[in-house]
């Protein structure tokens, strides 16, 4: 093969794997063995950020982008007029290993179209992960998509040399696949996404027992949905999400804006804004579900289906309760005080930490860092003075959007100019 058609592959199938977003890693510790290659601990991937603010890379391709598939949505889909190509596995192992020697990566996404069968793109997959492990020693990340109606055996092999699966769930109601990917059928994500959960509780459970256990996707499994391609509301979007995470122990779920690339009058047409700060809220409410002890109907309801554009979900959840405040920072727990607008976990965790010595004023808050913008008007401390006064919801609103200088500004109100 000569390098010019490899590179030629490499320019198709990286451009196609470019719209899945599913693919920064955390929590994987699979160190270096003596003569390895790479390690991968704690590593988030796809040019995202670790947790220690590092920014790392990885290889993200498909193996082809032939597609046996037509979803509607999909750059790749079998009636889409595209240049097509296909790596060999040995080719995406050395593409893998030379750029890993180069420091260009430090490690590898590899998802496909569906050439043959599920099983067909699978098998390949898999064999890619394995000859890296076994032929090359290789132990930086790897994350390998899950082909929708893979086998349990295959989604087995898998997970022993990748260190996390995905299996992209991609419209977020059966209707909207139905409609746009009449193909696919809901129980060919679930199913591979049950094998998973439960060998990772398995060989967890084994591990305990017996120290030689392999491990098994030790970063676990995530999936990605697709918004604003299928015109759900942001209610069934989350409770989508929800129902991922309690029933499959996802460890993230992805919000991908639709990026418009046909005409299709199922779809937003070409030219149609990418909802980039629509992605932007569901993530935040995502977070506020995971770390920060909201329950999805707090936030989403039926009275509220879709999040407020202009101000964070936590802020917006606030202004409609605001009889839950003030909220006493010297005395409130936890819970409550991750509820307040404005603060994180870390301000929580400062503010827990230095009340144990004094009580705490409006200076003392200042000084340990704690961000007052849009805190100030939601809670109260050792001090007469309390900022909300007798302010309306609306009021504080207008306050805090005043003082607010978000990147969004702009989508926001080129958004809203749609609704003018
Ligand atoms: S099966 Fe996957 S790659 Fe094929 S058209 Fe559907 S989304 Fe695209």
């Known amino acids: 093969m000569s390098f010019e058609r490899t590179q030629e592959k490499l320019k198709i199938l990286a451009d196609a794997a470019k719209y899945d977003v599913s693919c920064s890693s955390s929590g994987s510790n699979r160190s270096n063995t003596s003569k390895g290659l790479g390690d991968s601990t704690g ?6 950020y670790t947790e220690d603010g590092r920014c790392v890379s990885l290889l993200k391709i498909l193996l082809t982008n032939h597609c046996i598939f ?22 995406v192992v050395d593409l893998t290993i030379n750029f890993y020697r180069r420091n260009y990566i430090e490690g590898l996404f590899l998802s496909s179209g569906i050439f043959k069968n599920a099983d067909f793109t699978m098998e390949r997959l898999v064999a890619v992960a394995k000859k890296l492990r ?3 020693n290789f132990n930086g990340y790897i994350h390998l998509k899950s082909i929708p109606g893979a086998s349990d055996e295959l989604m087995r092999e898998a997970g022993l040399y990748a260190d996390r699966l995905s299996v992209n769930i991609e419209i977020p109601t059966t209707e909207g696949l139905r409609l746009l990917a009449p193909d696919k059928k809901r129980e060919d994500f679930i199913k591979p996404m049950i094998k998973v959960k439960n ?6 459970a084994e591990k305990k027992v017996l120290k030689a256990t392999p491990k098994y996707a030790p970063a676990g499994q995530s999936t990605q949905m697709i918004i604003g391609a299928s015109g759900e509301n942001d209610f069934q979007i989350m409770q989508t999400s929800n129902h991922f995470y309690k029933n499959y122990n996802l460890k993230r779920v992805y919000y991908s804006g639709y990026v418009p690339i046909s005409y299709d009058n199922r779809l937003p047409q070409i030219g149609s804004e990418v909802p980039m700060l629509r992605e932007n809220r569901l993530y935040q409410t995502d977070w506020l579900m995971r770390f920060y002890g909201f329950d999805v109907s707090e936030i989403l309801n039926d009275q509220h289906r879709n999040l407020d554009l202009d101000i964070d979900p936590k802020l917006s959840w606030a202004l409609r309760n605001l009889h839950e405040f003030p909220i006493d920072v010297n005395t409130a ?9 404005g603060l994180g976990m ?4 400062k503010i827990l930490n230095a009340r144990r010595f004094r009580l705490l004023n ?5 000084k340990i860092g704690i961000a007052l913008n849009r805190a100030q008007y939601f809670m109260v401390c050792s001090s007469n003075q309390f900022e909300r006064r007798d302010l309306t919801s609306e009021q504080i609103k207008g306050f805090i959007l005043q003082n607010s200088t978000s990147k969004y500004r702009k989508t926001l109100s080129n958004q809203l ?4």
């Not at 037509?70 to 080719?91: L, M």
């Open 43 to 48: 590593m988030g991937i796809c040019h995202s």
């Open 70 to 91: 037509d979803c509607a949505y999909c750059v790749t889909r079998k009636s889409n007029d595209i240049k097509r190509a296909a790596f060999k596995v040995q080719e």
């Open 134 to 136: 076994l032929e090359e």
């Open 199 to 204: 060998e990772i509780i398995q060989y967890k």
């Open 333 to 341: 727990d936890k819970r409550m005080l991750a509820r307040i607008p």
């Open 346 to 349: 870390t301000s929580v965790y």
């Open 362 to 366: 409006w200076e003392h808050l200042k």
């Open 417 to 420: 100019s749609l609704f003018g």
